[in-house]
C-alpha cells in the first residue's frame, strides 16, 4: 500500500522560511512527478509546485523566486523549501506523486500539513 508522509508544516512570521517534506513508500512501481498543491478555505486547491523524475521544476507564479522544489529519487522523498513567506502562503498544503505508466498509473495525495504565515 502506498504511503505519503508529509512533513515541516507549522505557524512562522511573515518573511520567514519552512521546509516541507514528502516521502512515499511502498509502490513497486517508480515514481514520476511530485509536487505540492495548497488548498485555503472556499478556495479550490491549486499547485504550487512540481519536479518531474529527472528533476526539471515549474512553480506558480506567485512563488517564483521565493519558493524551491528538489526531490531525492533514492529516498522517494521531495521537499519544498519556502523563503519570504507572506501571509498570503497560509493555507494546507498537500503533496502530489505520480507513480508508474500506462494502466498502473496512479495519483496519491498526501493528507495535508497546515502552513500559517502571520503578518
Known amino acids: 500500500q502506498v504511503q505519503l508522509v508529509e512533513s515541516g508544516g507549522g505557524l512562522v512570521q511573515a518573511g520567514g522560511s519552512l521546509r516541507l517534506s514528502c516521502a512515499t513508500s511502498g509502490s513497486r512501481f517508480s515514481v514520476n512527478a511530485m509536487g505540492w498543491y495548497r488548498q485555503d478555505p472556499g478556495n479550490q486547491r491549486d499547485s504550487v509546485a512540481t519536479i518531474t523524475s529527472d528533476g526539471y521544476a515549474n512553480y506558480a507564479d506567485s512563488v517564483k523566486g521565493r519558493f524551491t522544489i528538489s526531490r531525492d529519487n533514492a529516498r522517494n522523498t521531495a521537499y519544498l523549501q519556502m523563503n519570504s513567506l507572506k501571509s498570503e502562503d497560509t493555507a494546507i498544503y498537500y503533496c502530489?506523486?505520480?507513480?508508474?505508466?500506462?494502466?498502473?498509473?496512479?495519483?496519491?495525495w498526501g493528507q495535508g500539513t497546515q502552513v500559517t504565515v502571520s503578518s
Open positions: 502530489l506523486v505520480d507513480h508508474g505508466a500506462g494502466q498502473d498509473r496512479k495519483v496519491y
